[in-house]
């Protein structure tokens, strides 16, 4: 019998000291709960992604260390470890993505990924070099097949690799397959991991310790779920999702199988309950990681920036959100009243700053050089970015974090101001699309009236100029988010697109807007990322380039 | 006797028709000179880098459409040139980095990359399998080792792949190495590309036929410098720098040697005038593949605008230029002066929008707010990004793209406004330290004082508050800027740049500062690249990690 503990942790990346910390609590724990083997995530050291750190010589030094003041901990336990490890061979890059096996105080077996995702956010062979030699590991004299991520994923109709790291280790007739994971969030990875680690326990007739990362660094969130899988494909036990987690499953090397006591499974909730927790955890450790508390937030009365406050709230704490509001000429009375009543549901401190005598003085500084020109979206994006002003002032007097407030289908179109409302550190709803805006206002509002229903009911408007619409510039925001989904997350071409959805002309339209506001969309903050596809880094599209 | 020509092009990523034009007429050119063998650079059906339209299944269709086009026209002329195919294999990525070889109006051959850059702004992996088998090709009797770019680059000290394709494909005895490449410039690159040729004829005993892209895309620029070269390392001719070029040798497969007869070569011009064509090349490029013709630069009398005015009209004609003098109550005369006299010189357009009025009205707005705050960073920001707005009200309503002016030591170290002075659609000199941008300002007087004597000589200041100096918050930018290019250019940690250059305490400072700037850095431009690390694309930092 076999006694694991799965450490299902949030790491800082970067943080070496924060992560050592949390690591040598969990081994402690473990040996005080007569653990045998405890398995952290992929590159669980310096956190992932680690990204260009990589590339500094003394931040590797410094994992080392790490592993080695860790490895002497290790006594009477076997602990399986992600770090970066130095390649010995002078041939190829310097670096492997390891699986560190520590015992008796001392690092006893270095295993390497073979599978280095290089797609979407993914950039592995950028700083790792494939391996290419297979072995496994022993604990207590049970054989372990140990992979890292990826190394599980190649077994699709598709693969994408031309190798398959288990088909060489099941050729040493292991018990057991240990496989530790960095595996980020979407709204469907969940079932898409669940499918792929299944495929694995019935290709290879093996049960599975499976350890994946949980937490956010800044874009990339990762969910946990965790879990001990059997051969048959049940889940013995699954670690929670959104949270630290740690468990503990036995292990019986005779029959090949985790005892079944005790089994823990969660339902899997719906895609929008998902995208709200991802939403949440991802604002609190962008907020949390880089040691800020408070956030401020522009107000328009609109869905998109109230659905941002209440996300933020739930983050943070209401006592740290500032809502500010900063109505024009155009603004109407619902909008006010709208986010006042946000503003009073959700306890936010708030303050309302006029932006109409600023945006007069623009007018007039600009008087001559505008002179016979008519009021265009030039005079519209100088009150975006009056308020962009405003909040940044805000931010910098003292030191909020200005939450942005985009959505996908406004930046997929570039239907927003860059330096204006397209402000902020980070963008909380830039992979989800309006329609997914409203979806997760009403579950927000699933128990009360959080978001005003008017907000929920009334037709979206920037308000930049007298009885804007945004149905003026574009189409309903089903079709337009049937055709930017099909584009972007599906990457389908113009004909194709034509060919499932109709509207020819519409859809020649908006891939045109799509493709000519790259410049906009390179300039914007890192957004929490929620879809298998979402602008910024899992999306590089050269920006003059000429195709459509 | 094989006629060889080299087609040096200036392509547009993405805009096959554009491509397949240029690439036509060098066809119709080569076969009017009875040339046997004619060489395109790397990917030039669809320009470098396509990115992730790579992704777009139609985009690789309509690659394979414009090549079987072109292959038909190549008839009596074999012609080398590269495009992304199609991988036959199901297992591994879908596509190759291909080198094709047209012959009799149909394609003959198709040889791939092996060794894929991924590293600083390559990502090649990211698209493309990597190539494991090797064969010559033949045209006319002639067996040729053809590689692609990165595949003659594994010959360092500390090879960062496993694999050598000449070493295999000189198992056949070619008689001749052909490299079609995409080889981006910075002011060592051509240097290091001449190393690295002239290590491969020689290892090899073979001449070589490199052909190189040239022109910009965005941030990457090519510098051309294509070249035949016997295999004593002979350069035999060399095609021009920073324009596009063709020329004919002629090969003596008996001797294996390039005729000598009528030989091209270049000196090779100093780092400063280097840096100058990249840059001009680099905004000429950005505005014609946009379809744009005219830039706007906000001109404070300093020389970072100053040396960005006089390369746009470099590149654009002054009459393209349009110049803003936007003082506030903080200017000093002889900035309005300078700034005035650099205008009058290049004969730009200008205006003067002052801004006291509308930081007037924001203090006003704020005034609540910001009770009992003294005047401090907030005050600057809130002025630096009216600057900002009114520059971005004029491009939006006059058409312009603003150029941003911010220099790579301020960005490094976070001393610039985000939304403010950061604005721009193209940053020009962000890959240049402030004391490169002193030496380009020097370059660009040697024949005549275009940037004004005063500039060069004052100190630099931001004028944000009364007597401000950069001094006051940065050291002297001598000692700035070695301690950047120790940490960003050679990533050593500060232990190993306080050995080099002491200062203990500045160093940890500046570092600190370099690293707590990540998200700032994050929303910038696309940095015109010049040097061996440039911010952007090749410099990737997680933001809210935490390291030293």
Redesign the interface.
């Known amino acids: 019998m076999l006694r694991i503990a799965l450490a299902q942790s949030n790491y800082?990346?970067?943080?070496?000291d924060?992560n050592k910390k949390i690591i040598l609590d969990k081994i402690h724990q473990s040996i005080n709960q007569n653990i045998d083997l405890l398995v952290f995530s992929e590159l669980a050291i310096c956190?992932y992604?680690?990204?260009?750190?990589l590339?500094?010589?003394?931040?590797i030094e410094s994992c080392n260390q790490a592993l080695a003041v860790i490895a002497v901990e290790c006594k009477n336990i076997s602990v399986i470890i992600g770090a970066p490890t130095m390649n010995p061979?002078?041939?190829?890059?310097?670096l492997f993505n390891s699986a560190v096996l520590l015992q008796n105080g001392e690092i006893k077996a270095i295993r390497n990924k073979s599978l280095?995702p290089?797609?979407d956010i993914f950039?592995e062979?950028?700083w790792f070099?494939q391996n290419k030699s297979y072995q496994c590991v022993d604990v207590n004299g049970v054989k372990i097949a140990l992979t890292i991520c990826e190394d599980l994923w190649n077994i699709d109709a598709?693969?994408?690799?031309?190798n398959w790291p288990m088909n060489e280790l099941v050729k040493e007739s292991p018990a057991l397959m240990v496989n530790i994971a960095a595996s980020p969030f979407d709204f469907n990875h969940e079932d898409e991991r669940k499918n792929i680690l299944r495929k694995n326990v019935s290709n290879y007739h093996l049960p599975l310790v499976y350890v994946n990362q949980v937490g956010a660094?800044?874009d990339f969130v990762f969910d946990g779920g965790s879990l001990a899988m059997n051969a048959d494909g049940s889940i013995v036990k699954e670690l929670d999702y959104f949270k630290e987690d740690f468990l503990v499953v036995e292990f019986d090397e005779t029959k090949k199988e985790f005892n079944k006591l005790e089994t823990v499974v969660y339902p899997t909730p719906s895609k929008i309950s998902k995208i709200n927790n991802a939403l949440v955890l991802g604002i609190k450790?962008?907020f949390g990681?880089?040691g800020f508390q408070k956030a401020i937030v522009g107000l328009s009365g609109g869905i998109d920036s109230a659905v941002v406050l209440a996300l933020a709230a739930n983050a943070l704490g209401s006592e740290n959100v500032h809502a500010v509001l900063m109505p024009s000429e155009f603004s109407s009375q619902h909008s006010i009243d709208d986010a006042l009543s946000l503003v009073e549901k959700l306890k936010c401190t708030h303050?309302i700053?006029?932006?109409a005598?600023?945006f007069n003085?623009?007018e007039?500084?600009?008087h001559?050089?505008?002179k016979g020109?008519s009021f265009?979206?030039?005079?519209e994006?100088?009150q975006s970015?009056?308020r962009?002003?405003?909040l940044?002032?805000?931010s910098?007097?003292f030191g909020y974090i200005l939450l942005n407030t985009s959505n996908k289908s406004e930046l997929a179109v570039g239907y927003g101001t860059?330096?204006g409302d397209m402000?902020g550190?980070l963008s909380v709803i830039g992979d989800l699309y309006k329609t997914e805006v409203y979806q997760l206002a009403n579950y927000i509002n699933s128990n009360e009236e959080i978001i005003p229903f008017n907000t929920i009911q009334k037709a979206p408007s920037a308000e930049l100029r007298p009885n804007q619409k945004d149905s003026d510039s574009l189409p309903e925001y089903d079709l337009l988010d049937a055709i930017l989904f099909e584009y972007v997350e599906n990457?389908?071409?113009?004909?194709?697109i034509i060919d499932k959805l109709q509207n020819a002309e519409t859809v020649n339209r908006i891939i045109k807007m799509v493709n000519a506001n790259e410049?906009k969309r390179?300039?914007?903050?890192?957004i929490i990322r929620v879809s298998s596809k979402s602008f910024g880094r899992g999306?590089?599209?050269?920006?003059?380039?000429?195709?459509n």
Chains 1, 2 share one sequence.
Request: negative net charge; glycine residues 6%; contains cysteine.
């Open positions: 800082h990346v970067g943080n070496l924060f956190g992604p680690p990204l260009d750190l590339n500094y010589h003394h931040f061979d002078i041939n190829g890059k310097n280095l290089t797609y950039d062979y950028r070099e598709d693969p994408l690799y031309t660094n800044t450790d962008y990681k880089s303050e700053i006029s932006i005598d600023i003085r623009y007039m500084a600009l001559d050089s505008f020109t265009n979206v030039a005079e994006n100088i970015r009056i962009g002003n405003i940044m002032a805000l910098n007097k860059l330096y402000c550190g990457a389908l071409g113009a004909n194709a410049w390179n300039q914007f903050a890192p999306r590089r599209i050269p920006i003059v380039a000429k195709y």
